[in-house]
């Protein structure tokens, strides 16, 4: 399909283990998200990118967490020695990333689960 | 600090009813306001917004109600049914690509 794709749908990992999250955004757009969905709770920004680049990461919770996006298209969430806390699932949003224009599109998400 | 704040948390509606949810922002330099709907085990999806040039705008039974100097926007839905149960999300921007959502309300339509 056409729209964002997020890889792995699940993902259940033992505390201390790393993990990379994928998303493969819309063809052409060039703002991708990350946010934080815990559960029964709201959408935590964590990083957006324009480009490659990364003018706001400031959601990121601490330095375990870090993101890439290379070649303007698929992005990568990491986390580092994982914790508890740290389950949730993980939404990742494109847009064409004109100014304000709005519309976010979501991909399913990665529920990630820390025994 | 919640730059967005929703209210209520959770919603039950019979069917045919009015659902209303709040949002309230303190920013003022936010000049873009969506609603996204996100069913289980789904992404949100966009399911309005508005601009404060205006202080409604309606899409069939959905309609969002905008009071600037409030600085208060909510979500009405007519004619609520069953399958309008889901979780809304309001939102809100300021001309950079950045959104601030609310917690979400979770709305149930009873039959």
């Known amino acids: 399909g056409a729209g964002v794709s997020q890889s792995p749908s699940n993902k259940v990992t033992e505390k201390g283990k790393d993990v990379e999250l994928r998303c493969d955004p819309i063809?052409?757009?060039?703002?991708l998200y990350w946010y934080r969905q815990s559960l029964g709770q709201g959408l935590e920004f964590l990083i957006y990118?324009?480009?490659?680049?990364?003018?706001?990461k400031s959601g990121l919770p601490s330095d375990r967490f870090s993101a890439e996006r290379t070649g303007g298209s698929v992005s990568t969430l990491t986390i580092q020695r994982t914790q508890q806390e740290d389950s949730a699932v993980y939404l990742c949003?494109?847009?064409?990333?004109?100014?304000?224009?709005?519309?976010?599109?979501f991909g399913e998400g990665s529920r990630l689960t820390v025994l | 600090q919640q730059q967005v704040k929703q209210s209520p948390q959770s919603l039950i509606v019979q069917k045919g009813g009015i659902s209303i949810i709040n949002c309230a922002y303190e920013?003022?330099?936010?000049?873009?306001f969506p609603w996204y709907q996100q069913f289980p085990g789904k992404g949100p999806a966009l399911l309005i917004a508005?601009?404060?040039?205006?202080s409604e705008k309606k899409e069939g039974r959905f309609t969002i109600s905008f009071n600037k100097s409030a600085k208060q926007f909510s979500l009405h839905i007519m004619d609520s049914q069953p399958g309008d149960s889901a979780t809304y999300f309001c939102?809100?921007?300021?001309?950079?690509?950045?959104?601030?959502f609310g917690s979400g309300t979770k709305l149930n339509v009873k039959p």
């Open positions: 949003a494109s847009s064409l990333g004109r100014r304000n224009t709005g519309e976010l599109f």
């Open positions: 063809s052409g757009h060039t703002a």
């Open positions: 990118f324009q480009g490659n680049s990364a003018p706001d």
């Open positions: 920013n003022t330099a936010f000049d873009y």
């Open positions: 508005i601009r404060p040039d205006v």
């Open positions: 939102a809100a921007s300021s001309g950079t690509n950045k959104f601030y």
